[in-house]
């Protein structure tokens, strides 16, 4: 005769095999509809376990901890925006919280015994129900990991991640040493089970050990004990029964979910400010390119009024006499070339508008030179009113004939 275990793992290795499997396709047909092929040129856009097994993970690991993993799927993240790489993340959990809910249904529509088929209906149901919220663990490489990440929007807090995605599995086997699974995993699971309206699979073949730990786990705060074979709900214990079992695994849901809110808000606050800050460096940067540029047409300005009796006929003219076209355009991204405003002499109002750009690259607003030298920013509205003036001052100064 094999031993339990071994008997247990034989016949729940399906199990695991078809779960990974359809979670690994779950992730890599989501990607594949997002444009991203890496997984079908790998040969992991596949229902064949095969292509999905990791030696240890499927196939060691289980029979030592009745749980397991597949081959993560390669993702390019640097083509898929935010949003798909959420949808991307959340297809594998889905796709398991889905195979579970078909199975149930399947269940009680066949109204199968919680024996022998029944029993192996049940366990691929607890098993997927399991993959699925152990996946949405927030602790990278798990799922629930890039879930979060694509939530991140300031290079700040994304940095903050990818510093913690380091250090990710160490945190994550702290995580499961500690009782992770234990204490948050089996019983955000059993919630989920006992929402369905399932009886309680028998964990293995004569494990008599193993359904204990399982029945301790699910009904939080009962002594472990033994369970008759006969007996198929949930957690009859003094202590209480489902309902107890239900509250407090909301409780435990809603406390990690705050905590899990609570990361991503500060990581995401910081991130804020910090690409505001940045933001504002970049733009003074420019702003300060950009008056740079008029300080130096101003001044060739100058040569050409000094050498040419009065300003030049247009920019293209001061363009040619300065020899470079780059001076004449802000670099700001969205910077446009600058406009002229010729017909002036140098001494004329020191308020005139001479040089300004016509769309405002800097915050909202325009840099600009007048024509007594001084360089100044302003907004849309005062740069039209300032413009209208100096127009007005031409047309009178050319007896309207400008
Ligand atoms: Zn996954």
Avoid at 40 to 57: C, D, E, K, Q, V
Avoid at 79 to 86: E, G, V
Avoid at 110 to 135: C, H, K, M, Q, S
Wanted: positive net charge; proline residues 7%; hydrophobic residues 45%.
């Amino acid at each position: 005769m094999l031993p339990y275990r071994v008997l247990t793992y034989l016949v729940t290795l399906p199990i695991f095999l078809v779960s990974l499997t359809i979670h690994e396709y779950a992730h890599a047909w989501v990607a594949y509809r997002f444009g991203d092929d890496t997984a079908r040129r790998m040969g992991r856009l596949t229902l064949n376990p095969l292509a999905h097994i990791s030696l240890f993970g499927t196939i060691i690991l289980p029979l030592l901890a009745h749980f397991g993993w597949a081959k993560p799927i390669p993702v390019d993240f640097s083509i898929l925006t935010k949003r798909q790489i959420f949808k991307v993340a959340a297809a594998g959990p889905a796709a398991n919280m889905l195979l579970a809910v078909i199975l149930t249904i399947a269940f009680h529509l066949f109204r199968l015994p919680p024996e022998g088929l029944g029993n192996f209906v049940l366990l691929a149901i607890l098993f997927n129900i399991i993959l699925a919220v152990f996946n949405l663990i927030p602790i990278p490489p798990l799922d629930g990991s890039k879930m979060v990440y694509a939530r991140l929007k300031s290079p700040e807090a994304i940095s903050t991640y990818n510093k913690f995605a380091r250090f990710g599995m160490l945190v994550l086997i702290g995580f499961l040493l500690f009782g992770g699974f234990q204490i948050i995993v089996l019983p955000v699971a059993a919630l989920f089970y006992t929402l369905l309206g399932l009886p309680l699979p028998s964990l293995t073949i004569k494990d008599q050990k193993a359904d204990n730990k399982l029945v301790s786990a699910a009904c939080l705060g009962g002594a472990p004990r033994r369970v008759e074979k006969a007996e198929t709900s949930w957690c009859r214990n003094p202590h209480g029964g489902t309902i107890v079992n239900i509250v407090t695994a909301l409780i435990v849901l809603g406390l990690v979910g705050l905590g899990i809110w609570w990361v991503i808000k500060s990581l995401g606050q910081a991130g804020q400010q910090y690409s505001e800050a940045l933001v504002d460096a970049k733009y003074s940067a420019i702003t300060i390119k950009c008056q740079t540029n008029l300080r130096v047409i101003w001044q060739n300005l100058q040569m050409y009024a000094t050498s040419n009796e009065g300003f030049p006929p247009s920019l293209d003219a001061l363009e040619e006499w300065s020899g470079s076209s780059q001076l004449f355009q802000c670099p700001a991204p969205d910077g446009q070339k600058y406009v002229f405003i010729p017909g002036q002499s140098p001494d004329m109002s020191p308020e005139n508008i001479l040089v300004f750009e016509p769309k405002p690259a800097h915050n909202g607003k325009c840099s600009v030179l007048r024509l007594g030298g001084q360089i100044e920013l302003l907004t849309p509205e005062e740069l039209k009113k300032s413009v209208d003036v100096t127009v007005a001052k031409l047309r009178q100064a050319f007896g309207g004939n400008r």
